[in-house]
């Protein structure tokens, strides 16, 4: 069958393909329509995706949307009601939304690919959240946590999954969390509450929480209840989720923690607000791992699962991913490379696929590499008319090595781009880990932003254990960077760049089958430096997608402080004098 599965419509549109079982194709629109986090209609994802499968919309058997809008539509209908008068500000944009677009999807869809509206179908939101972690991990039956947000009414749900010898699939939701009461709303109004943008600077929270120590944890059990069965409850008196919806949190959450950070106000932990912030994110952090490794532990005890699959926007937490791991009784935790709203129109078409339709189970990839293959040749042409040196290299790995070696900072582009948030070897931007001062280059001259987390490493997966304290299972949890793990103190001083103030990093494990040429890159890097190890963070400027074609790139590399664009075999070397002006307008 030929599925085409669909997120969009809140944050981080995204389509996928399965064909016979298999994905072939899977992209964020926001690396296409080049605007971050893209909520829109995916239109480009959608039409990429379809060439790649050389499919007319027609040839598709279905096309999953994945969420139910009239479950959301209940859910968005019954909080106006419940919140009037004071929701009438927040509800009218809302209610547009809906009534614009999200409640007639199917109709939207199907006249959007000129198809019958028969074959469009919706799944809850939860269970495309499930079906993205468990059907594309390598188990044949695991526990399931789901944790984002919200999704229609869902906020948290458990369950367990099997792929059974007779090749049927089931996903089997045991229980759920309903709105308001979700970890994922705490954790973004601390998120707001500390002056950085909800769904998408929730891991600075985690970053700051490591200069902290949690002297607020008290103050924050009262707003996050544990329940005798495991769940929690919100107490609604200190959240707002109705009148002021870009923030969360009300006048009882200020009375308790102090004044808010304005997204201006610069974070000094010298002072006595900068420590309190940091103290108020570290006690948010610890009352969101104490939570979570609480139900993963009793979802173990009751389904006596060795494996977990973990999926929802709440998974990118990889200091609670690790806690989970560790202590909650699992041997394997699965955390797929895009547990947000993106990874869930992959999550529509197989569970479809699987489930809906009933296809025999068929083993997934499991990498995360569904997106755009770059044109080398076209990055040699746009080099080469803009007058900056460029060379087909037969060595590039060799002289790669060199170059980091001698300090430079590499543009890395191979390969068909990653699905999900993180730069995982193909759209890479990769530099020496040792000297703390390569960190504060890259924030200068590259990134542009002052970050409560250093920058990841990636490490050959037969060296990891030298350099990082792994727990066990922790190399898979590694395999997407799914998961913040000790670095060895021994190593600490030489991984400078890439550990953290709590001398931990969040370290990608590299397998060689996965991405054999960044693999040869590390092996060559360390005949050099004798440190397998690289920095590796995402090829984007601040504010930025993860840039898709080699023009991005090259535009990218041209506008900040990198020394090297490297596409394949085609290298392109920044002469000194225009690096000069680069950085002299940057400063
Ligand atoms: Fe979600």
């Known amino acids: 069958m030929k599925i085409l599965g669909i ?10 393909l399965v064909i016979d079982g298999v994905p072939v194709a899977a992209v964020q629109e926001e690396r296409l329509s080049r605007h971050k986090n893209d909520a829109g209609f ?44 004071k929701s009438w500000r927040s509800y009218p944009k809302a209610m547009k939304n809906m009534l614009g677009e999200k409640l007639w999807v199917r109709g939207l869809i199907a006249s959007q690919l000129g198809i019958s509206t028969r074959k469009v179908k919706c ?17 044949q039956e695991a526990a399931i946590i789901t944790a984002d947000g919200v999704g229609e009414w869902a906020t948290l749900t458990v369950g367990t999954g099997y792929k059974r010898a007779d090749g049927t699939s089931e996903i089997r939701l045991l229980r759920e969390l309903r709105f308001p009461h979700s970890l994922g709303l705490f954790y973004s109004a601390v998120t707001s509450y500390l002056g950085f943008a909800v769904n998408e600077g929730e891991y600075k929270v985690m970053g700051l929480a490591s200069y902290g120590r949690p002297t607020w944890l008290a103050a924050m059990r009262k707003l996050l209840q544990p329940a005798a069965d495991g769940a929690f409850a919100l107490d609604l008196r200190y959240f707002d989720f109705l009148g002021k919806v870009e923030s969360g949190f009300s006048e009882a959450f200020v009375a308790l923690f102090g004044p808010p950070r304005r997204g201006w106000q610069p974070i000094d932990l010298k002072s006595d607000d900068g420590r309190r912030f940091a103290d108020i994110a570290a006690s948010a952090q610890a009352l969101l791992e104490e939570i979570l490794v609480g139900i993963a532990a009793d979802l173990q005890r009751e389904t006596r699962m060795r494996d977990l699959c973990l999926s929802g926007g709440v998974a990118l937490n990889g200091v609670a991913n ?26 529509a078409a197989l569970y479809a696929d699987r489930i809906l339709f009933g296809q025999p189970h068929k083993p997934v990839p499991d990498h995360p590499f569904w997106g755009p293959v770059p044109d080398e040749a076209a990055l040699l042409r746009i080099a080469q008319e803009d007058g900056i040196p460029a060379a087909v290299n037969g060595s590039a790995i060799e002289d790669v090595a060199d170059a980091l070696a001698a300090g430079q900072i590499v543009g890395w582009v191979d390969g068909a781009l990653e699905y999900g948030p993180r730069a995982l ?46 727990p066990r299972g922790g190399a898979r949890l590694a395999r997407f960077m799914s998961g913040v793990v000790p670095v060895r103190p021994e190593w600490r001083e030489r ?36 440190i397998p190890v690289l920095l590796n963070t995402s090829f984007n400027l601040a504010g930025e997608p993860i840039v898709n074609t080699v023009a991005e790139a090259y535009s990218t590399f041209r506008r900040c402080g990198i020394d090297l664009l490297v596409a394949g075999s085609v290298c392109v070397t920044k002469p000194r004098i225009i690096r000069a002006q680069i950085l002299e307008n940057v400063a």
């Not at 969040?506 to 890097?525: F, G, I, N």
């Open 7 to 16: 997120s969009g419509h809140y944050h981080d549109s995204a389509a996928a």
């Open 42 to 85: 995916p239109l480009a994802a959608i039409e990429w995706c379809l060439d790649h499968g050389r499919l007319s919309p027609d040839e598709l058997d279905a096309v999953i949307f994945y969420e139910k809008p009239t479950l959301k539509f209940d859910r968005v209908l019954t909080g106006m009601l419940q919140g009037w008068p």
């Open 123 to 139: 799944i809850e939101h939860h269970q495309s959240h499930a079906a993205a972690a468990f059907l594309t991990a390598p188990t």
């Open 322 to 347: 690790d806690r989970i791991l560790c202590e909650a009784g699992y041997r394997r935790l699965f955390v797929p490379s895009a547990p947000g709203d993106a990874g869930c129109a992959m999550g």
């Open 425 to 470: 070897g193909h759209r890479s931007i990769l530099a020496a880990p040792h000297d703390a001062a390569m960190r504060d280059r890259l924030n200068r001259d590259i990134k542009y932003r002052e970050e409560f987390r250093p920058f990841a490493p990636v490490v050959a997966a037969e060296n990891a254990d030298l350099f990082f304290d792994l």
């Open 495 to 530: 991984l400078a760049a890439v550990t953290h103030v709590d001398g931990t990093a969040r370290v990608q494990v590299l397998d060689r089958e996965m991405e054999p040429r960044l693999h040869a890159l590390l092996e060559a890097y360390g005949r050099r430096s004798g």
